[in-house]
């Protein structure tokens, strides 16, 4: 069985399934061959799993870049994203259509970034390799969840 390499989030659930039926190297929240991260995980939850796993995130939420709590979560354990920074939210095809066509540069970007932490930020018409940077430590932080 061929080795996982991408986490697809669960703001993209839908997406990551079909996915993950195309390719084998991609799982996502509640996948049988990922067991550690389920349906209903906080991003501070999956974080350190994920990046435990070696598996580069795919998402859409841009704040977990800007929420400190979780930037410093992705800093630390030197997690690599590939964040899909559309200005519409789109379906699941059309979340899946982005990809697609986006996949040999995203390929390409994960293969010369390297170790982490790195955000790969996928635009309509091109793919940006983007540093993570400290997020403002504004606020506290929401209070710890829990697992069923």
Not at 82 to 89: E, F, G, I, N, P
């Amino acid at each position: 069985m061929d080795p996982a390499r991408f986490y697809v989030d669960e703001s993209l659930l839908g997406t990551g399934r079909a996915l993950a039926h195309a390719r084998r190297d991609v799982v996502h929240p509640g996948h049988l061959r990922f067991p550690d991260v389920k349906i209903g995980d906080s991003d501070v939850q999956w974080i350190p799993v994920v990046a435990a796993a070696g598996l580069v995130a795919i998402l859409r939420d841009r704040k977990i870049v800007t929420r400190w709590w979780e930037n410093d979560l992705v800093v630390a354990h030197r997690l690599r994203l590939v964040h899909l920074a559309v200005k519409r939210d789109l379906t699941n095809w059309g979340y899946l259509c982005l990809l697609v066509r986006h996949w040999e540069a995203i390929e390409r970007h994960i293969d010369d970034a390297g170790e982490g932490p790195w955000r790969l930020v996928v635009l309509d018409k091109r793919v940006d390799l983007r540093p993570i940077v400290p997020a403002k430590r504004t606020g506290p932080p929401p209070p710890p969840t829990t697992s069923c």
